[in-house]
């Protein structure tokens, strides 16, 4: 355990080291004097009042968790490119020549070493992600006197979104020792593959009426992911207290990230250096 | 407490090419006892597969045959690596890290904590003069620098085995004089070294015990005065003054030739003749000062063995 951590440590200061993730703190941290500076002036206030004159009439709850939405989901989804972008050669770097020699000339087992590059990973993104989100919630609650707590369920699931497609990068980086190939699979699965297959899977009747190519469709969309539906649907839902109609997303999300996970650990484990 | 600091049995490594179709035989059948407390030098030419036998005892390769233990242990278990320091030919280092901040990163691997760790760091850094550069950046050190980090990186843990590969790599000869005093110092505390080299010269002065590789083979293993010694030659010098006693005959005989230093070589067939020898020289009124046994230093000794192994493989 205490190796895992320490692998984990080091590798959260390796990212800091990056130019990527300090970049993304930078402009999270922009994004947050902006709106201090918006809210903190008394124009604000005109917001909910032109709301309401507007006679849109929503509750405030509404309005608050919308605001904060709209203000998370742009920077959420780059968070995702860039930190795919950043951890793609945590893996690759660990493996290079000399230097995955001397890590594994140490009492430490295999299984740690990825383990722990693994939730280091995970670490700078739930970190950068809570700074950005817990930001713009204390602002917002601060500024409107309504604290919508569900809104930080997006820490949780930005996070986890970003875990399953980390889980396929350290995959394949583990097989192939090289960091592009898995970044190109993640961004195909996030930024496309994920969403078509979603909305083709919702709305299969409008496509084709052959039962093949249904379940040709069904059957990939049970397979790849459903980062589309976790990182949309289910956030938006989860963040504005709504109800969510399936959690099935997350679990068989879930099930794909173990599956992924234990055949890198045993990948890995018989690896040659 | 009375095991071999290294123990294999029939160790071998074949690697096969990612599409299965080459195989290269980097080890083949490889048996060696290397007892605690001493300097092992592996030697062998570029490709003799002496990198991949540290790899395979140190479990960063497995084997395709075969079985190992290192410090009484099997080489499958990752925790007998914390009494265990190792050098890699070319060794990387997280460039983000200083000197210091990569020898605290592997010390925690290797179970340190604290306090212990850091005076630990300090010390190490003192003995490869490192002191200076202990909060510089890594990406910044020159090879020579990079080389000594790597050596206080595998001394770290105090451990009782050290596996140093090509360790004088990229050091100038002050550097390596100072390796080398190191590596004396190291075994005059227990430690066992096991050392590779494909420069003899150097691994004369240290090794205890030398074995010689080739192709994945292990021609020859040995103690190196043993290996080096011609056996059936000696040099002789005699009283000046006093050589004109040498009949032809006598030279003849024993075919005995002078030397330009002034000695003569002298060759026999079985060394229980010596003394005999040494005795008719000696009636003969010749006064002896000074009889030694010829050496090959050890690069002789390695080409020649080299050169059989080819021989033998063209057969
Ligand atoms: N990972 C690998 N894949 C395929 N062949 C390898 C690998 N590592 C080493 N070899 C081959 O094994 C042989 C022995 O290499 P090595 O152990 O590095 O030799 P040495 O350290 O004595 O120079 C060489 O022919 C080398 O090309
Ligand atoms: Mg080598």
Redesign the interface.
């Given at each position: 355990m205490n190796?895992i951590w320490?692998?984990t440590w080091?590798t959260l200061?390796?990212a800091m080291?990056r130019k990527v993730f300090i970049s993304f703190l930078i402009i999270s941290a922009l994004v947050l004097i902006f709106m201090l500076v918006i809210f903190g002036s008394n124009t604000s206030i005109d917001i909910v009042a032109g709301m309401k004159n507007a006679k849109l009439n929503l509750p405030m709850e509404q309005i608050v968790s919308q605001l904060e939405l709209l203000i998370i989901s742009p920077l959420t989804g780059l968070c995702i490119l860039l930190s795919i972008f950043a951890s793609a050669s945590f893996i690759p770097?660990m493996l290079?020549?000399?230097?995955?020699?001397?890590?594994?000339?140490?009492?430490?087992?295999r299984d740690q070493l990825l383990l722990g590059k693994f939730f280091g990973g995970l670490l700078v993104v739930l970190l950068n992600i809570a700074f950005l989100v817990l930001g713009v919630w204390l602002i917002i609650s601060i500024k409107f006197s309504f604290w919508n707590l569900s809104f930080l369920w997006t820490i949780l699931l930005v996070t986890f979104t970003f875990a399953i497609l980390y889980s396929l990068i350290v995959l394949i980086s583990v097989i192939t020792k090289g960091s592009t190939f898995g970044m190109m699979v993640a961004y195909l699965i996030y930024l496309i593959l994920s969403p078509v297959l979603h909305l083709a899977n919702n709305n299969i009747d409008m496509f084709t009426s052959s039962t093949v190519v249904k379940s040709v469709v069904k059957i990939f969309y049970y397979i790849i992911p459903q980062t589309s539906e976790v990182s949309g649907t289910i956030t938006r839902n989860l963040a504005l207290g709504n109800a969510v109609d399936s959690y099935q997303p997350i679990w068989i999300s879930l099930i794909f990230l173990v599956l992924t996970m234990g055949i890198a650990i045993s990948v890995f484990r018989?690896k040659?250096? | 407490m009375d095991f071999n600091a290294i123990e294999t049995t029939g160790l071998a490594k074949t690697y096969t090419s990612s599409f299965g179709k080459k195989t290269v035989s980097a080890l083949n059948n490889f048996t060696l006892q290397i007892p605690k407390g001493m300097i092992f030098g592996l030697l062998g030419p570029n490709g003799a597969g002496k990198t991949t036998l540290i790899k395979l005892l140190l479990g960063i390769t497995f084997p395709t045959a075969g079985s190992a233990k290192i410090l009484g242990e099997d080489i499958s278990n990752f925790k007998v690596k914390s009494k265990i320091g190792y050098l890699p030919e070319n060794h990387k280092y997280p460039a983000y890290l200083t000197g210091g901040q990569v020898l605290h990163f592997f010390g925690s691997l290797s179970g340190m904590t604290g306090d212990n760790l850091k005076t630990r760091i300090d010390e190490l850094l003192k003995i490869v003069k490192l002191e200076e550069w202990k909060k510089t950046k890594v990406k910044n050190y020159s090879k020579g620098m990079m080389q000594r980090l790597g050596l206080a990186q595998a001394m770290l843990n105090d451990p009782e085995l050290i596996f140093l590969d090509e360790p004088t790599d990229g050091v100038d000869p002050i550097g390596r004089k100072e390796i080398r005093d190191l590596l004396i110092d190291l075994k005059h505390q227990g430690k066992t070294i096991f050392l590779n080299s494909h420069i003899l010269s150097e691994v004369e002065l240290i090794t205890d015990r030398v074995g010689i590789l080739n192709k994945g083979k292990l021609l020859k293993e040995g103690n190196v005065k043993e290996l080096t010694a011609r056996k059936e030659e000696y040099k002789i010098r005699f009283e000046s003054g006093n050589e004109y006693l040498l009949s032809p005959e006598l030279m003849e005989k024993y075919s005995l030739a002078k030397t330009n230093d002034g000695y003569y070589s002298l060759k026999i067939t079985n060394s229980n003749d010596l003394d005999k020898i040494v005795d008719e020289l000696r009636a003969k009124g010749l006064t002896i000062r000074e009889l030694v046994q010829q050496k090959d230093t050890l690069e002789d000794m390695f080409i020649s063995l080299i050169n059989e192994a080819e021989k033998e493989n063209k057969q």
């Amino acid at each position: 355990m205490n190796n895992i951590w320490i692998m984990t440590w080091y590798t959260l200061r390796e990212a800091m080291a990056r130019k990527v993730f300090i970049s993304f703190l930078i402009i999270s941290a922009l994004v947050l004097i902006f709106m201090l500076v918006i809210f903190g002036s008394n124009t604000s206030i005109d917001i909910v009042a032109g709301m309401k004159n507007a006679k849109l009439n929503l509750p405030m709850e509404q309005i608050v968790s919308q605001l904060e939405l709209l203000i998370i989901s742009p920077l959420t989804g780059l968070c995702i490119l860039l930190s795919i972008f950043a951890s793609a050669s945590f893996i690759p770097i660990m493996l290079e020549k000399g230097n995955i020699d001397i890590l594994l000339s140490k009492p430490v087992s295999r299984d740690q070493l990825l383990l722990g590059k693994f939730f280091g990973g995970l670490l700078v993104v739930l970190l950068n992600i809570a700074f950005l989100v817990l930001g713009v919630w204390l602002i917002i609650s601060i500024k409107f006197s309504f604290w919508n707590l569900s809104f930080l369920w997006t820490i949780l699931l930005v996070t986890f979104t970003f875990a399953i497609l980390y889980s396929l990068i350290v995959l394949i980086s583990v097989i192939t020792k090289g960091s592009t190939f898995g970044m190109m699979v993640a961004y195909l699965i996030y930024l496309i593959l994920s969403p078509v297959l979603h909305l083709a899977n919702n709305n299969i009747d409008m496509f084709t009426s052959s039962t093949v190519v249904k379940s040709v469709v069904k059957i990939f969309y049970y397979i790849i992911p459903q980062t589309s539906e976790v990182s949309g649907t289910i956030t938006r839902n989860l963040a504005l207290g709504n109800a969510v109609d399936s959690y099935q997303p997350i679990w068989i999300s879930l099930i794909f990230l173990v599956l992924t996970m234990g055949i890198a650990i045993s990948v890995f484990r018989k690896k040659d250096f | 407490m009375d095991f071999n600091a290294i123990e294999t049995t029939g160790l071998a490594k074949t690697y096969t090419s990612s599409f299965g179709k080459k195989t290269v035989s980097a080890l083949n059948n490889f048996t060696l006892q290397i007892p605690k407390g001493m300097i092992f030098g592996l030697l062998g030419p570029n490709g003799a597969g002496k990198t991949t036998l540290i790899k395979l005892l140190l479990g960063i390769t497995f084997p395709t045959a075969g079985s190992a233990k290192i410090l009484g242990e099997d080489i499958s278990n990752f925790k007998v690596k914390s009494k265990i320091g190792y050098l890699p030919e070319n060794h990387k280092y997280p460039a983000y890290l200083t000197g210091g901040q990569v020898l605290h990163f592997f010390g925690s691997l290797s179970g340190m904590t604290g306090d212990n760790l850091k005076t630990r760091i300090d010390e190490l850094l003192k003995i490869v003069k490192l002191e200076e550069w202990k909060k510089t950046k890594v990406k910044n050190y020159s090879k020579g620098m990079m080389q000594r980090l790597g050596l206080a990186q595998a001394m770290l843990n105090d451990p009782e085995l050290i596996f140093l590969d090509e360790p004088t790599d990229g050091v100038d000869p002050i550097g390596r004089k100072e390796i080398r005093d190191l590596l004396i110092d190291l075994k005059h505390q227990g430690k066992t070294i096991f050392l590779n080299s494909h420069i003899l010269s150097e691994v004369e002065l240290i090794t205890d015990r030398v074995g010689i590789l080739n192709k994945g083979k292990l021609l020859k293993e040995g103690n190196v005065k043993e290996l080096t010694a011609r056996k059936e030659e000696y040099k002789i010098r005699f009283e000046s003054g006093n050589e004109y006693l040498l009949s032809p005959e006598l030279m003849e005989k024993y075919s005995l030739a002078k030397t330009n230093d002034g000695y003569y070589s002298l060759k026999i067939t079985n060394s229980n003749d010596l003394d005999k020898i040494v005795d008719e020289l000696r009636a003969k009124g010749l006064t002896i000062r000074e009889l030694v046994q010829q050496k090959d230093t050890l690069e002789d000794m390695f080409i020649s063995l080299i050169n059989e192994a080819e021989k033998e493989n063209k057969q």
